[in-house]
């Protein structure tokens, strides 16, 4: 690539951080003025992500190294199939968040929402491309910086509670971080992905212990991001308090936990990494599989919509867990396919949420209490989303679920897959049934001279409309998307072909110079 076509890399980051700069600065500009300029950034975006994705598929791996220095001691950014996958996904949970955000004016309430909102975006986009772990944490950090001020926009004491919860957790969650990026650069002086693989596999025998006891730290901070077992305890409530426009986005965020653990594990516990190698898969399967089951119980338990929502977010992780502990190119293929498919699903079942908790006089409780206008309407669209997130057919869910359940042979760690899978499905099938019968057939009629709430403004519903095609989307283009995902997972176990062309065939430093 040659002129400004070999920075497309980095663009997904920039784009969105220029935009939230001047955001900030114009913060006191009228409203509209803001969402233009927001939604124009998140359109562009798309468009960077669009010649982003042309230019993996011309070249399989597109690295950018910041400076021009060498990848071993510089900051690096690495595209590949799977980083463009949620790069796309992204942009749409994005472009839909803003529409319903204005539609629902979630927006209004405070002077830096969308400077916020454009923050987080550079901060997921950036977590998706570094291909260090220092940066890794530094996208991390930049991005719960901003959801911790999207989650309490609009303020009330819900929103304060769990925020105040969301934060200790995840400085927590930092702080075990950044400690073993430091035991990683200490043992290993290097913190490139490439360069880590390549020196764990023959990392001497007395750096042992330090470098499992880092993996295991990194395993807890994915783990505790990405809501797995038993470290999921936080999100139903943090999820259930946060502004609609906030949840879609993140939605996508748990994701980022798995994302996180496949990227990172792929490379710094493959196959040859030596100490490492039989570390983290059966680790994952099982914390997994015990996740799945206690989310389908907490969503039959739930009182309100929302919270059973959250627990579904937890369940859709722990299937993900499940599926990229089998530790193999098939599993992984499956669990993609799942991501995108309950990325969506819980994205526009938040959305819809919103418009219960706003329309029914008891709002999301799970109760006999208040009459809904426009049931009919509103009904058959949690139908169709129930359908999507218990994976039944005709959607992607059950197409996702049957790619796994036909990899993994019913005998052994296969036959806990089918089991737990089966089984929850049914669950969360029983805890949906039992919410729309409460919410949409048993409701009382609303007392005389009651006034109807308003009907969703037209950009809500857009933003559901978009949410609610891109799931079709799925189901119709399953095939294409399938071949997608089995030549990103395919590419992953490349672990050889990304320490050549990120590193090259120099020879490595042993240390970093000062």
């Not at 690539?1 to 920075?7: E, K, L, P, R, T």
């Not at 799970?366 to 994976?391: H, Q, S, T």
Request: aromatic residues 8%; proline residues 5%; without cysteine.
């Amino acid at each position: 690539m040659s002129g400004m076509a070999q920075h497309i890399a980095v663009l997904p980051v920039l784009v969105p951080l220029i935009a939230a700069a001047v955001l900030v600065v114009l913060h006191r500009s009228p409203l509209g003025w803001r969402r233009f300029l927001s939604f124009v950034a998140t359109l562009v975006m798309g468009l960077v992500v669009a010649g982003l994705a042309l230019a993996v598929e011309a070249q399989g791996l597109l690295v950018y190294q910041v400076g021009n220095w060498p990848s071993a001691v510089g900051i690096v950014f690495l595209a590949d199939r799977l980083s463009v996958l949620m790069l796309a996904l992204l942009v749409l949970l994005a472009l839909a968040s803003q529409l319903f955000a204005a539609g629902a004016r979630e927006d209004a309430g405070g002077l830096h929402f969308h400077g916020l909102f454009q923050l987080q975006l550079a901060g997921l986009a950036g977590a998706f491309l570094t291909h260090d772990l220092f940066n890794l944490f530094v996208f991390f950090e930049v991005l719960l910086a901003a959801s911790y001020g999207l989650l309490l926009h609009g303020q009330g004491g819900e929103r304060l509670r769990q925020g105040f919860h969301y934060v200790v957790l995840n400085l927590v969650a930092s702080s075990l971080f950044l400690l073993a990026v430091g035991v990683f650069y200490g043992v290993l002086g290097t913190v490139n992905l490439s360069d880590l693989s390549a020196r764990i596999a023959a990392a001497p025998a007395e750096a042992v212990p330090l470098l499992r006891a880092a993996a295991l730290l990194l395993l807890a901070v994915f783990a505790l991001k990405g809501a797995i077992l038993p470290l999921y305890f936080w999100l139903p409530r943090t999820y259930a308090a946060a502004p609609a426009s906030a949840a879609i986005l993140f939605a996508i965020m748990t994701k980022l936990g798995l994302y996180a653990l496949l990227r990172v594990y792929g490379l710094l516990a493959g196959d040859d990494a030596g100490v490492l190698s039989p570390m983290v898969g059966p680790v994952l399967f099982w914390a997994g599989a015990g996740t799945v089951l206690l989310a389908a119980l907490g969503a039959l338990a739930a009182a309100k919509l929302r919270p059973l929502l959250g627990y579904l977010v937890v369940g859709s992780a722990g299937v993900l867990a499940m599926a990229f502990g089998l530790g193999s190119v098939q599993g992984v293929a499956a669990g993609l396919f799942y991501l995108v498919h309950s990325t969506l699903a819980m994205a526009a079942f938040f959305l819809l949420a919103d418009w219960v908790r706003r329309t029914r006089r008891g709002g999301d409780a799970l109760e006999r209490v208040g009459a809904m206008p426009r049931v009919a309407m509103m009904g058959g669209l949690f139908l169709v989303l129930a359908v999507a997130a218990a994976g039944l057919p005709p959607l992607g869910g059950f197409l996702g679920k049957a790619l796994l359940l036909a990899y993994a042979e019913p005998v052994g760690q296969g036959a806990v897959l089918w089991s737990v899978v089966l089984v929850a499905s049914f669950l969360t099938l029983l805890a949906l049934a039992r919410a729309g019968s409460r919410l949409f057939w048993q409701g009382r009629e609303a007392p005389d001279g009651t006034l109807p709430a308003p009907p969703p403004a037209a950009a809500e519903r857009l933003a559901l409309l978009l949410l609610l095609s891109a799931l079709l989307g799925v189901a119709v283009q399953a095939a294409t998307l399938t071949d997608y995902v089995a030549g990103s997972a395919a590419q992953l176990a490349g672990v050889e072909h990304y320490r050549e062309v990120v590193l090259g065939r120099t020879p490595l430093p042993t240390t970093v110079p000062n």
